[in-house]
């Protein structure tokens, strides 16, 4: 695993809980949560592409 993957993750992370900060704080918590959904589905999406990576190394490494 890549350290600069736990960094984007951490990034995205952060941008996103500032963002959901500052709208909550002006009182437009809908569009809090669907930035929180989206900087989730954003790190899944990150996500599965390593998992499907990972999965084709194991194939690799045992001949499957």
Known sequence: MNVDLIFQIAGIGIIVAVI????SRAGR??????????????????LTQEIGDLFETIKRIFSL
């Not at 959901?20 to 709208?23: C, D, F």
Request: hydrophobic letters at 70%; charged letters at 10%; proline letters at 0%.
């Open 20 to 23: 959901n900060q500052l709208l």
């Open 29 to 46: 918590d809908e569009q809090a949560l669907l930035v929180t959904i989206a900087g989730l589905v954003v790190v899944l999406f990150i």
